[in-house]
């Protein structure tokens, strides 16, 4: 609890004084540009505003301003400051990731509480602003509860943006697309062509594709289309591509999920490995520092505890390969006790103790926990809970795919939480977009598949 007192007007005398520190961040920026409706892109932190090729990430001159009534306000003279005038010159520039410091003095007082205030706010390099203040001063020595202000969050996805940054590098990912004979499916390849990501091979009916092409106003004209009408022809032949060595990935485009995943799954000729398949969601959501893992929301239905073994291990691994060191798995249920009437509980209790006897490898699991104990510290010390899952958890393994693809849909549409999909567990990963996702998730999902292929493959090479 932070509590700010006034100094009230009989109390003030010349030359006391006030200082505070703020770091500029990004979304400072961004909450200037909402709130003002200022977007010049000097200010804003990823465009550049001038033509040099760089973002500038100016901190706004108001906003900086803005820093001294923070001191007026809450220190000297503190609540219940009014402003009457403001000269302030700006004699300098601050940029996002800088800290400033900001100082008011009083200078004088006048009649009827007026007191007037030197100001001044410098940066890394110098002076910043500097200027004269007249404020009316409170009578009373208010006082004021900042935690009662209510917190911002910016819906911006940084978590994306570095994992688009991560696979900036790599070569582009040889990906079969399957059927991409609508517009979005064919935007979605694109997508990730132009930006490095994938190598796209379509497969599919060819005056589907281009017509689809022509409707999104997408060049295709230097991507290989195998001409098969049949949607479970074009499935088969695909995962073929794969065997034969022309695609490290799968793309679903426009095509039932039931008829990739038949080709995928075929006993002869598939993609098979000795673990169940998967979907996992790789979220971005506003707010959170991390990425978070939810799965199954898409694949398996009912899941037994042996197929919940593949799912946690399939998004164990895929965390690791996105640059989780150690993921921290959260079983979750609708309680964090082990309870005989609620069948996932047990599940949870036990792949927990198959995570410490080592059959499940590269996280930390722990069981059963409810979904604010799992993502929330503040409601695990509540209910008494220790260990470094609780609280932590960077997957969230659901009991089946109903919750699975409630909590998925409710962080997308009531949190804003951008979602990547893949499904993990065949021979490649296998990039499952919807229409509803927007250029960002579509570019993440493909990073995402381009991430794993390339740490499968490093892995491979070092196990060799």
Known sequence: MTIFTATPYADLQPGMEATTTRLVRADDLYVFANSSGNVNPMHLPKLDG?????????????????????????????????????????VGRAHAGETLTVTVRVEAKGP?????LAARVEGPAGPVC???VRVKA???ALSVDASGVPGLTVQSHANFDRLLERAEPLPPMPTVVV???????????????????????????????????????????GIEIVDIPDHRAAAL????????????????????????????LKKEGGLRTNRRLSHVFVMDVPGLDHLLFVTDAAINIAPDLDCKVSIVQNAIDLAIALGVEVPKVGILSAVETVTPSIPSTIDAAVLSKMADRGQITGGLVDGPLAMDNAVDLGAARTKGLTGLVAGRAEILVAPNLEAGNMIAKELTFLAHAAAAGVVMGAQVPVILTSR????RARLASCAVAALYAHHAGVLKAALE
Request: aromatic fraction near 4%.
């Open 112 to 116: 009827d509480g007026e007191v007037t």
């Open 436 to 439: 509803a996702d927007d250029d």
């Open 138 to 140: 409170p009578d009373l």
């Open 130 to 132: 500097t200027g004269i």
């Open 237 to 264: 032949r695909s995962v073929a591509l794969v065997h034969e060595g022309r695609a490290r990935a799968v793309m679903k485009g426009h095509l039932h999920t039931d008829q990739l995943l038949h080709a995928i």
């Open 179 to 221: 059927c991409p004979e609508s517009a979005d499916a064919v935007m979605g390849a694109i997508l990730g062509r132009d930006h490095t990501l994938i190598e796209p091979l379509f497969v599919g009916a060819r005056a589907k594709i281009e017509a689809a092409a022509a409707e999104a106003g997408a060049d295709i004209s």
């Open 50 to 90: 001038d033509g040099d090729g760089r973002p500038e990430a100016v901190a706004p001159s108001a906003w900086v301003a803005a820093l001294i009534s923070g001191v007026l306000g809450n220190q000297l003279p503190g609540p219940g400051t009014l402003y009457l005038s403001e000269h302030v010159d700006f």
